[in-house]
T-cell receptor
Framework: GIQVEQSPPDLILQEGANSTLRCNFS?????LQWFHQNPWGQLINLFY???GTKQNGRLSATTVATERYSLLYISSSQTTDSGVYFC??????????FGAGTTVTVRA | NAGVTQTPKFQVLKTGQSMTLQCAQD?????MYWYRQDPGMGLRLIYY???????DKGEVPNGYNVSRLNKREFSLRLESAAPSQTSVYFC????????????FGPGTRLTVL
């Protein structure tokens, strides 16, 4: 199956800081999603982004499909951004492979 | 729309007991999935159902069975629970391929003593 590497594993930010999370894939994917798991365990869809760039408020994501990586940008971070960020990818079938996640802690 | 719902939210079992986790979706999706999440790890696929009437094994199917009851409902059964099955279980459904965007339920936290 597809291997997914996320970096960094942990990130501690001061409120208001910007950050970049990265996701590398071992093979081409045509389904790529970013999720946020909040401190209560709920998985929230952030982006469906197999290629290109998307923005949603203070979050944006870019996927470079030819180089098999995706980036998630958090700008002006807030304490509510804390949690674990997962990327997941799949290729022409129903299965998604998940990375191990980046744990983000935003301090006031 | 409730999206994807799961019951129960929490469950404690003794080794050897059986139970069924229930999942339902109201997004008219054809495909549904069961994942488990262990501490410090991402999600691993247990079983999936590409469409009503079909089920297939994922990455970690041993010790589990599934039933796609109808288009809305997909259940996961543990026939003889083991401590190694202590985990958080998530159900998901997805929009049709080639997009296949997945949406997740709130999870079931299962402890096997």
């Amino acid at each position: 199956g597809i291997q997914v590497e996320q970096s960094p594993p942990d990130l501690i930010l001061q409120e208001g800081a910007n950050s970049t999370l990265r996701c590398n894939f071992s093979d081409s994917v045509n389904n790529l999603q970013w999720f946020h798991q909040n401190p209560w365990g709920q998985l929230i869809n952030l982006f469906y982004i197999p290629s290109g760039t998307k923005q949603n408020g203070r979050l944006s994501a870019t996927t470079v499909a030819t180089e098999r990586y995706s980036l998630l940008y958090i700008s002006s971070s807030q304490t509510t951004d804390s949690g674990v960020y997962f990327c997941a990818g799949g290729s022409n079938d129903y299965k998604l492979s998940f990375g191990a996640g980046t744990t983000v802690t935003v301090r006031a | 729309n409730a999206g994807v719902t799961q019951t129960p939210k929490f469950q404690v079992l003794k080794t050897g007991q059986s139970m069924t986790l229930q999942c339902a979706q109201d997004m008219n999706h054809n495909s549904m999935y069961w994942y488990r999440q262990d501490p410090g790890m991402g999600l691993r696929l247990i079983y999936y159902s590409a469409s009503e009437g079909t089920t297939d094994k994922g990455e970690v199917p041993n010790g589990y069975n599934v039933s796609r009851l109808n288009k809305r409902e997909f259940s996961l059964r543990l026939e003889s629970a083991a401590p190694s099955q202590t985990s958080v279980y998530f159900c998901a459904s997805s929009s049709p391929l080639p997009v296949g965007e997945q949406f997740f339920g709130p999870g079931t936290r299962l402890t096997v003593l």
